[in-house]
């Protein structure tokens, strides 16, 4: 199965600032999921990236507070914008499909 | 959005006792994973249940798909304190496209 490097593994921020989190896959991926994981809960999708195209965000996430790039198959980026502390939360990128999804190790988000 | 309810939400079992969670729909699934999170960790893929009926067995852990594919179980044999973690069902239902992360089980083991 396919190896990610997710970065970073945590932070701290102010409110106010954005925070870019990079995931890197070992091999070529047609999509990757972005999800969030709030302390004690389970994961939520926020969006699925595709190379080449406009990411596709779930219910209740938006391009403008969580923009993503695809530049390649093999890398992409997710932006926290503008953080409120309700955006403190693990923060992961997987690949995979029907025969299980990997997941990258996760950044665990503070705002303060 | 859409959820899909585990129980029990947490489970505290003595090591060597057997531990059960159960992953409910009220649809019909195209297909079901499984998937465990260490303290600390991320989600790791366990297995993928995809006929009616199912049943999958690794090592002590052992998984089931409803006849109905509306439910599945994870059981295990002999809890160790190595199985502590937060197990996750994720269906995938064809009426939305995507594998939807249950509720989830935590289990803790005392030794």
């Known amino acids: 199965s396919a190896v990610i490097s997710q970065k970073p593994s945590r932070d701290i921020c102010q409110r106010g600032t954005s925070l870019t989190i990079q995931c890197q896959v070992d091999s070529q991926v047609t999509m990757m999921f972005w999800y969030r994981q709030q302390p004690g809960q389970s994961l939520t999708l926020i969006a699925t990236?595709?190379?080449?195209?406009?990411?596709?965000?779930e219910s209740g996430f938006v391009i403008d507070k969580f923009p993503i790039s695809r530049p390649n198959l093999t890398f992409s980026t997710l932006t926290v914008s503008n953080m409120s502390p309700e955006d403190s939360s693990i923060y992961l990128c997987s690949v995979g499909g029907d025969y299980g999804y990997t997941f990258g190790s996760g950044t665990r988000l503070t705002v303060v | 959005g859409q959820q899909v309810m585990q129980i029990p939400q947490y489970q505290h079992v003595q090591e060597g006792e057997d531990f059960t969670t159960y992953c409910n729909s009220s649809?019909?699934?195209?297909?079901i994973q499984w998937y465990k999170q260490r303290p600390g960790g991320h989600p790791v893929f366990l297995i993928q249940l995809v006929k009616s009926g199912e049943v999958k067995k690794q090592k002590r852990l052992t998984f089931q798909f409803g006849e109905a594919k509306k439910n599945s179980s994870l059981h295990i044999t002999a809890t160790q304190t190595t199985d502590v973690g937060t197990y996750f069902c994720a269906p995938f239902t064809s009426g939305t496209y995507k594998y939807i992360f249950g509720t989830g089980t935590r289990l803790k083991v005392l030794a």
């Open positions: 990236a595709n190379q080449g195209s406009e990411a596709t965000y």
């Open positions: 649809t019909t699934l195209s297909n």
